[in-house]
């Protein structure tokens, strides 16, 4: 009998044999991956022990303005939660994913007791400067997300540390920018928890924001405009969900709103005031697709590069409420973010050996970073994994992958030609 010859398996021929990987399945890994280092460290108090300057788990800017370091805390928190919330609202089950969601929200709901308590060791720096003002406003985003996840569960006394230390926070004044929103956003948590509010800081932020529009999608951050991707970051998203809290508490007829004829008045309600911002962000959301490259890459601008994949939230937060423009199929967002992921975290080093994320881009490049930037800041990329809040049979995961606009441009198929879109401006008033 002759003897069977058995060679060993090529490196080709195993990975052939590998199953292929979801787009859901790397979405909720990647999350899973960025959050674990997080909440579970968080969970026990031990996140400040364990992200340290000492340990190289902590990284600030090579340019770092002197502001006091345990704002990183926070920045990590908030932002990650803000990102997370809608994942961890989803009902528990048995899968691979759905037993990593269970751990991420049990983490996640000990972790923000543990941010108001003062006897906690991971007790955030609600008292550290301005800066409290922008994770603050990410932390309570979160809460707005998932409420009943997130919110509803936390005790009496954790609820009631978070109303006084987010009314403490009008201490501090915001910069005269999109910082403004922050404080909306802190306001108007308040206003749907049933707290008392400051009407007078959301009023502000509201027609500053307003004020700000330039047209066919775009708002000025401020007086001046900046080509950054802070339309991305906070305008867009927070202005949207501010006037989603007003409307779910005032009702519909908030708003006295001054047309573009200036001796015109007339009472639109705040319904008529978020569509009209709701079209504003799907122009937005419209362009920000178009910059994905046919290769699953985006351009390079403005300051806070290293927030990375935060740059498509508006995207991700349409695609997560199922309200895309008709310009835009769930195909070609879930086809096109799944390739800008695949490229921006095919690098090793965009996590530390503590597990966090490093400053950089596409791994650690620390001479990106801008004076306020630690490595706390970063988790503003999970902004974009908002749609994960849409269960795994949702027709944005089941729908067939799809070519996105540059893609179908560059490689000869026909694609939508781009038009100015006519959105109103208007001046708001509160009533």
């Known amino acids: 009998m002759l003897a069977l010859l058995i060679l060993p398996l090529s490196a080709d021929a195993k990975k052939k044999k590998e199953p292929v990987k979801t787009d859901r399945e790397i979405w909720a890994e990647m999350l899973y991956k960025m959050a674990a280092p997080v909440l579970s460290n968080m969970a026990e108090g031990k996140l400040q022990q364990e992200m340290t300057i000492e340990k190289g788990t902590l990284e600030v800017s090579p340019t770092w303005d002197g502001r006091d370091k345990k704002v990183s805390y926070m920045e990590a928190f908030g932002r990650l939660m803000a990102g997370l919330a809608p994942w961890l609202s989803l009902p528990d089950d048995d899968t691979a994913e759905g037993v990593m969601r269970r751990q991420l929200r049990e983490w996640a709901l000990k972790s923000y007791a543990n941010a ?13 400067g301005g800066q409290t003002l922008v994770d603050a406003a990410y932390l309570v985003e979160s809460f707005h997300r998932g409420w009943d996840a997130l919110w509803e569960p936390l005790d009496s006394i954790t609820k009631a540390r978070y109303i006084n230390e987010i009314q403490g926070l009008r201490r501090y004044d915001p910069c005269y920018t999109n910082w403004l929103l922050f404080c909306s956003m802190e306001e108007c948590f308040l206003m749907k928890a049933r707290a ?7 009023h502000n932020a509201m027609n ?66 978020y ?18 490259s046919p ?40 086809s096109a973010l799944t390739a800008v992921m695949k490229n921006m975290f095919r690098d090793s080093s965009n996590f530390n050996k503590g597990g966090f994320l490093t400053i950089g881009f596409v791994g650690s490049h620390p001479n990106v970073a801008d004076v306020y930037t630690n490595n706390g ?10 749609p994960l809040g849409l269960p795994a049979d949702d027709p944005f995961w089941t729908d067939a992958p799809q070519k996105w606009t540059s893609k179908k441009a560059w490689e000869g198929d026909d694609f939508p030609k781009d038009h100015k879109w006519k959105i109103n401006k208007q001046i708001l008033y509160w009533e």
Not at 116 to 128: E, I, Q
């Open 116 to 128: 108001v308590d003062p006897d906690s060791p991971d007790y955030l720096g609600w008292r550290s």
């Open 196 to 202: 008392q509010y400051d009407n007078y800081r959301i």
């Open 208 to 273: 500053k924001v307003e004020e700000w529009y330039v047209g066919d999608g775009w708002y000025s951050d401020g007086p001046s405009f900046a080509f950054d991707y802070y339309n991305s970051y906070v305008i867009q998203p927070m202005y949207l969900e501010c006037l989603e809290m007003i409307n779910e508490v005032k009702g519909n007829d908030s708003w006295t709103v001054r047309g573009v004829d200036p001796v015109t008045y007339r009472n639109l309600g705040s319904k008529a005031r």
């Open 275 to 292: 569509d009209e911002a709701l079209k504003r962000m799907q122009k937005y959301s419209v362009i920000l697709e178009r910059l994905i």
């Open 295 to 334: 290769e699953g890459t985006y351009p390079v601008f403005g300051r806070s590069i290293p927030y990375r994949l935060a740059v498509f939230q508006p995207l991700a937060m349409l695609a997560w409420q199922h309200k895309l423009p008709n310009e835009l199929s769930n195909g070609q967002v879930r």
């Open 377 to 386: 800041s970063l988790y503003m990329t999970t902004l974009a994994f908002l």
